[in-house]
């Protein structure tokens, strides 16, 4: 088995068929990995084995089961469906013979787009953050933040959101690569991104009191460019129990939606890290 000190600012390092995660990757929940760098490793897996010429994927639904320890992980994928329209495809994660998460994502086949017009609620995100300069090597990964005005921001904005009333937005750019040596997909981008989708939606005027236990994602198209944005659209929340909705961007516009349900968990396990 390999070490994770071949880890630079990776989230991971391949050996063979196991991932071996470093440091970088740990989430805000405690010492364990990040939801969004387990969703973009079975993104990756799934993209791997489901990907292919005209197809598209169109939604990834991500099940964070158990804590997930940084230690070695693998991947085992399944194809459910592989139609001349549909593919589908399972994954699940496995540290220590124990599936720690699961996922499935469905990939379609472009086609002839048909004409006229249909009706969209409207969402806007605020304008694409400043250019930051040079930022900490310690950094997880870049987001900058709006408030409720959807006019004030800034990076990794999070405090602002305890005053706003309104709705949430955060822009997000991935300044480390997934694994060691190899280029983040489009599709990998935005799935990591997407598990952003519970603090987005979940954060209010007493912090994000909610950890999230899955997320779905559905996308029209890939992303372009760095930058994936996120825009608060919905929260209901009942007896510790939420569920939210976030509408999803590129540079470009809005390319899809992510929904996500979480628990509520206490005030003082959450540590944000820049």
């Not at 760098?37 to 089961?65: F, H, K, N």
């Not at 953050?129 to 933040?145: A, R, S």
């Not at 559905?218 to 976030?246: K, M, Q």
Request: charged letters at 15%; hydrophobic letters at 40%; one cysteine or more.
């Amino acid at each position: 088995m390999g070490s994770t000190e071949s880890v630079s600012r990776a989230y991971t390092v391949a050996d063979g068929n196991v991932l071996l995660p470093g440091p970088a990757g740990q989430g805000p929940w405690g010492p364990t990995i990040s939801g969004h760098v387990v969703g973009g490793i079975l993104a990756r897996s799934l993209e791997q084995v489901g990907g292919g010429p005209d197809l598209v994927p169109a939604r990834l639904t991500v099940d964070l089961l158990r804590p997930t320890a940084i230690a070695p992980l693998e991947v085992r994928t399944t194809v459910r469906r592989d139609g001349r329209r549909i593919r589908l495809i399972d994954a699940e994660l496995i540290q220590n013979d124990v599936v720690v998460s699961r996922a499935s994502a469905m990939f379609l086949r472009r086609g002839e787009h048909p004409p006229g017009d249909i009706w969209s609620s409207p969402v806007a995100m605020p304008p694409l953050p400043p250019d930051p300069g040079p930022l900490p090597e310690d950094l997880m990964m870049f987001v900058w933040g709006y408030g409720g005005d959807g006019q004030s921001g800034g990076a990794m904005a999070f405090t602002e959101w305890h005053d706003a009333t309104g709705p949430k937005y955060a822009w997000i750019r991935q300044v480390r690569p997934l694994v060691e040596g190899e280029v983040t997909t489009p599709f990998v981008t935005v799935a990591m991104a997407a598990d952003a989708a519970s603090a987005t939606s979940h954060w209010g005027t007493g912090g994000l009191r909610y950890i999230n236990a899955d997320y779905t994602l559905t996308l029209a198209r890939e992303p372009i460019g760095d930058y994936i944005g996120l825009a608060a659209t919905s929260h209901n929340s009942y007896d510790g129990i939420a569920c939210g909705a976030v509408a999803v961007f590129d540079a470009e516009g809005q390319i899809g939606n992510a929904i996500t349900v979480g628990l509520v968990n206490p005030a003082e396990s959450f540590h944000p890290r820049a």
